[in-house]
């Protein structure tokens, strides 16, 4: 499911391989079905609107992931299908700002997309996970973004634009993005989603341990205690809390913050939403 960024629309994707797109007629207040967008060849695993409204991305397990423009009748054109991935895509995430599109696939790879001449391109492939990439997120300015994965690792990827400070080398005018940080041993099955909170900065990961962790950015400690990637700059996060099951178990150096209840989960963990208070 997702919002169009307005609210005013709704969109939804299943295993009939079609996306529903909901809204309110006039005089109405439950939603009703708006659009009906087909052409995936398989269950479709995810759609997102871009910050704009006027683009939903969708991806299915036929290994694609589809384009489409919503022009001002609200009529839905399928500009672009992208077959970058060689196995199933199971999520789709736009850049907080820009029209930048970013997908997880089975075949362990984070996929970037954007428009170049009238038609979509994959502009980077970031690899390094060893096993199905489930998530992806954006932190709130864009510049970094987080995927988690089936070998139960959260890495953290960094976009260097070409003339960086950092010195690392760009192809032409593209940028580069680069793992600066991969947080292992927290999680002992594969973590299914992720989500970057845009007021705290608090990256939240579910499992299929029955546990969501939150991670927070340490700065300021030294790279000894970190596990990042040799990188011309590293990030650091540490586990600031656990949900298992019914509670929250707090570090110890938060063990005097407010404690948050959650009824428990009996199946995979779906995303939480922390109130702000908790890490404030």
Request: glycine share 6%; proline share 4%; with cysteine.
């Amino acid at each position: 499911l997702a919002w169009s960024p307005g609210g005013a629309l709704l969109a939804s994707c299943g295993g009939d391989r079609a996306v529903r797109v909901w809204g309110r007629a006039a005089c109405r207040v439950s939603l009703q079905c708006v659009a009906t967008l087909e052409g995936h060849e398989n269950e479709v695993k995810s759609v997102a609107w871009a910050p704009s409204g006027s683009l939903l991305a969708t991806c299915s397990r036929d290994k694609s992931v589809w384009v489409w423009e919503v022009d001002e009748e609200e009529e839905y054109e399928c500009v672009s299908v992208l077959n970058a991935h060689t196995q199933d895509v199971k999520h789709v995430v736009w850049h907080p700002s820009q029209e930048l599109l970013a997908s997880a696939s089975y075949d362990d790879t984070v996929r970037l997309y954007r428009e170049e001449e009238d038609d979509w391109v994959c502009c980077a492939t970031l690899e390094g996970h060893e096993s199905t990439v489930w998530a992806v997120a954006f932190e709130k300015g864009g510049e970094r973004l987080a995927s988690v994965s089936d070998d139960k690792t959260l890495r953290i990827w960094r976009r260097y634009n070409p003339g960086n400070q950092e010195g690392v080398a760009c192809s032409g005018s593209d940028p580069t993005w680069k793992c600066v940080c991969t947080l292992s041993g927290y999680h002992s099955r594969t973590i299914y989603d992720v989500s970057w909170c845009h007021l705290t900065g608090a990256l939240a990961t579910a499992c299929g341990d029955d546990a969501i962790r939150v991670f927070e950015e340490s700065p300021t400690l030294s790279h000894e205690a970190a596990s990042p990637i040799s990188s011309p700059s590293s990030l650091t996060l540490h586990c600031s809390a656990s949900v298992l099951r019914t509670s929250v178990e707090a570090e110890p150096s938060r063990r005097n913050r407010p404690r948050v209840s959650f009824s428990r989960h009996m199946s995979l963990m779906a995303l939480a939403v922390f109130p702000v208070s908790f890490l404030e």
